[in-house]
């Protein structure tokens, strides 16, 4: 009780706090992307494989989905990201030179662990779970593994459990990425070295707590809400809308910014917060575009920027500024501050945070 929350309200809130020193842990002992990280037989596996299966479920399947970005942009291969409970029930085409990886916090989702199996009984060779308890079924059924050290994750809304799959995640990519001769010895001590900058980046972004709060008291008046991203930055949003509606019991929706037109702005008026997720990346003029439409229709934007971004509070647009622009590895710093407004948020409507009603932390029954 007391004593472990320390200065904390809710384990959520200490959970999110303790980010750094989980992707640090995470991140401990690895010197350069080898795939001795992943096991011992990783080497001969990651040689026979030509694409990647991402299963898993919830905030799993979103990690997952930004992972989707990286494997592509950086490795080369080609990815797919499915649902577990989805795929466990069809009929897949199966390349037996297919990684699979799933993805969970706890090693014991029945969906994602019935999705393994078959996926295994189907034909396919290879398997990689990304985990955060080394002594669970999905580590134990699959040939390679990377235990992330989020440490024991106590409020159902995952959120270390998360940021440090991402970790996993790039690295499983970079190491994937250089021995597919994609990734020279420069670009390795850069990523590397960004690597390593993360938890002191992520302090900078936990230490945007008190701004946030600010805008928490507008959103827990609300009982919808939309969350824009694009790119690497929409399974954040993603991610997000699955907080806010998780403890504080809004209404909340995430779509790919250029889909706007495709029908949610049918919705937008002023009742209608609409976060976006805007780092300056490569697709922020085309978001500013979309960020137009929704101004037009009196949306009220709140908008999480960063360093680089030229954006600025004007009327109707309320801008968070994350300190750094940071690249391929963005999405772990973002997500930071959408947990930060579920958080407060649902504080300020007086929710069960820890215990949200009708959830399980781990769903280990069908
Ligand atoms: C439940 C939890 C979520 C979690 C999901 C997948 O729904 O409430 O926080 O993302 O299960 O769990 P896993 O342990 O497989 O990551």
Redesign the pocket.
């Known amino acids: 009780g007391a004593i472990e929350l320390g200065p904390y309200r809710h384990y959520m809130q200490k959970e999110i706090f303790e980010q750094p020193r989980a992707i640090s842990d995470t991140l401990e002992g690895v010197l350069g992307f080898t795939p001795e990280l992943f096991g011992p037989k990783a080497e001969a596996v990651f040689n026979d494989i030509d694409s990647v299966l991402i299963l898993?479920?919830?905030?799993?399947y979103y990690s997952g989905m930004t992972a989707r970005y990286w494997l592509e942009s950086l490795a080369g291969l080609p990815t797919s990201v499915e649902i577990a409970s989805e795929y466990r029930y069809r009929k897949p085409a199966v390349n037996p030179n297919t990684l699979v990886v799933v993805?969970?916090?706890?090693?014991?989702?029945a969906d994602?662990l019935a999705a393994l199996k078959y996926a295994q009984e189907l034909g396919h060779k290879h398997s990689l779970a990304i985990c955060n308890v080394g002594t669970s079924a999905m580590v134990r059924e699959t040939e390679l593994s990377y235990l992330t050290r989020a440490g024991a994750e106590i409020g159902?809304?995952?959120t270390k459990?998360f940021t440090t799959q991402l970790t996993a995640l790039f690295l499983l990519t970079a190491t994937l990425a250089k021995m597919r001769g994609r990734m020279d010895a420069e670009a390795e001590a850069f990523h590397l070295k960004n690597l390593r900058h993360l938890p002191n980046a992520l302090q900078s972004v936990l230490a945007l707590e008190p701004h946030i709060i600010a805008w928490s008291e507008a959103f827990a008046r609300k009982e919808h809400a939309l969350f824009l991203g694009r790119g690497l930055h929409y399974p954040i949003a993603l991610e997000g809308a699955l907080k806010l509606k998780e403890i504080s019991y809004i209404h909340a929706e995430a779509y790919p910014a250029g889909e706007l037109k495709h029908g949610p702005l049918a919705l937008v008026t002023e009742d209608m917060p609409v976060v976006t997720v805007a780092p300056n990346d490569t697709l922020i003029e085309k978001l500013k575009s979309n960020m137009q439409e929704v101004r037009a229709r009196g949306g009220q934007l709140y908008v999480f920027a960063d360093g680089d971004s030229q954006m600025h509070s004007s009327e109707g647009i309320h801008v968070i500024r994350l300190p750094e622009h940071y690249g391929l590895l963005s999405p772990i710093l973002h997500v930071v501050t959408l947990q930060l407004l579920a958080y407060h948020t649902a504080l300020a409507r007086g929710t069960d945070v820890d215990k949200p009603r009708n959830?399980?932390?781990?769903?280990t029954v069908e």
Not at 56 to 60: D, K, L, N, R
Not at 103 to 109: A, K, L, M, P
Not at 359 to 363: D, E, N, Q, R
């Open positions: 898993a479920c919830g905030t799993s993805i969970s916090q706890s090693g014991e989702t994602t159902v809304a995952s459990a959830l399980a932390k781990s769903v």
